[in-house]
């Protein structure tokens, strides 16, 4: 049986993240973008590459959701990104419209499929797309968690002088500046960071991460961050299609997890063949637990304004 997952959005996160799914043999692919024959053109150079590469998925690309019929998950990336400058929260008006229209012709032809959302400002188009979709909790989250702890790992990496994938790290909360690193949840290869690495040292990468992607930003000035947060989506994907049951960080609607209810925020969560299977609770000092808390205010605020702005969620 082929698996398929179809990615809406094929810009720069979308097509990334529709190469990384090819190439690493998780599913077929169905790219689908607004822009007339973006997503064509691009799925056509990425079944190209196939031969060469040593693989045998299918690769298709149109402006019509029909491609995406029969998908298992679908990764919703349309939307426009930040420029310096820019906080993910400004992208809010514009990418809710992108996302409501994306969602609508999602659930029409997809009814089945697990939603990845991946549009910023994340954990408020993650509960856009949960309230429009009607889809159950467990089939409606988001990814930014495994890019955000991604980068504090690669950090840690750097600072040690040691293998990234030795590096396991944990980042609670909304995907902003409010985001809460955990270096006491955070080890290379078992051994606490807190035991490697000096406080001020520790300190430092914990800001280089809440930056990470605004760094990236200002570097490219035209967009923002997608290699990285298409390793992300792969791995969410793979953890779901392989029913791997991966504890991954990911925006999650909270049901009084953490002391928390109706908001979504990255949390440590279980993911396999049904989506979300389980949120961990970790246990948290109270400076955790109010940074944590500060973050869900946040994200409140941006959903209040989303509010604001005419929408019925
Ligand atoms: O951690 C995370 N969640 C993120 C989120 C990490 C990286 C990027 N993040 C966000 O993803 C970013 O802030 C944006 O909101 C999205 C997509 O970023 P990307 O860098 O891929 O932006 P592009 O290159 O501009 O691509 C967006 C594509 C583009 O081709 C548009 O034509 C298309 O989205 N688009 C649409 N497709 C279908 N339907 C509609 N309505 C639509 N509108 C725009």
């Known amino acids: ?9 094929a810009g720069q996160v979308g097509a990334t993240a529709a190469l990384r799914i090819a190439e690493q043999d998780l599913a077929d692919v169905a790219l689908v973008d607004v822009v007339k024959g ?21 690769i298709e690309g149109s402006e019509s959701y029909r491609i995406c019929k029969g998908s298992d998950v679908v990764v919703v990336t349309a939307g426009v990104a930040r420029k310096p400058g820019m906080s993910r929260d400004d992208l809010l008006q514009i990418n809710a419209k992108i996302v409501a229209e994306v969602i609508e012709n999602v659930v029409a032809v997809a009814p089945e499929a697990i939603l990845l959302m991946v549009t910023n400002p994340l954990d408020v188009t993650t509960y856009l797309a949960y309230k429009l979709s009607g889809f159950p909790r467990s089939r409606v989250f ?12 690669a950090f840690i990496a750097e600072a040690l002088n040691t293998a990234p994938e030795d590096v396991q790290a944990m980042v609670l909360g909304g995907h902003g500046d409010t ?12 051994i606490p960071i807190t ?37 992300a989506i792969a791995q969410m994907v793979a953890s779901i299609l392989k029913d791997q049951k991966r504890i991954l960080p990911t925006s999650v609607l909270l049901t009084g997890q953490y002391g928390l209810r109706n908001v979504f925020l990255g949390v440590p969560a279980v993911l396999g063949a049904r989506g979300v299977e389980k949120v961990i609770e970790l246990q948290l000092s109270v400076a955790e637990r109010k940074a944590l808390k500060r973050s869900a205010e946040h994200v409140r605020s941006t959903v209040a304004q989303l509010k604001q702005l005419g929408w019925e969620v």
């Not at 997503?39 to 693989?55: I, T």
């Not at 988001?142 to 790992?153: E, Y």
């Open 179 to 190: 985001m809460v690193p955990l270096p006491r949840y955070s080890t290379v290869s078992g």
């Open 142 to 153: 988001g990814m930014a968690g495994v890019l955000d702890t991604a980068r504090f790992r």
């Open 1 to 9: 049986m082929r698996v398929k997952v179809s990615i809406i959005g």
């Open 38 to 58: 973006l997503a064509r053109g691009k799925a056509l150079d990425l079944r190209q590459s196939a031969p060469v590469e040593g693989h045998a998925r299918r």
């Open 195 to 231: 035991q490697l690495l000096d406080r001020k040292v520790i300190r430092a990468i914990v800001q280089r991460t809440r930056q990470g992607g605004a760094e990236i930003v200002k570097y490219l000035k035209t967009g923002s961050a997608y290699y990285a947060p298409a390793s």
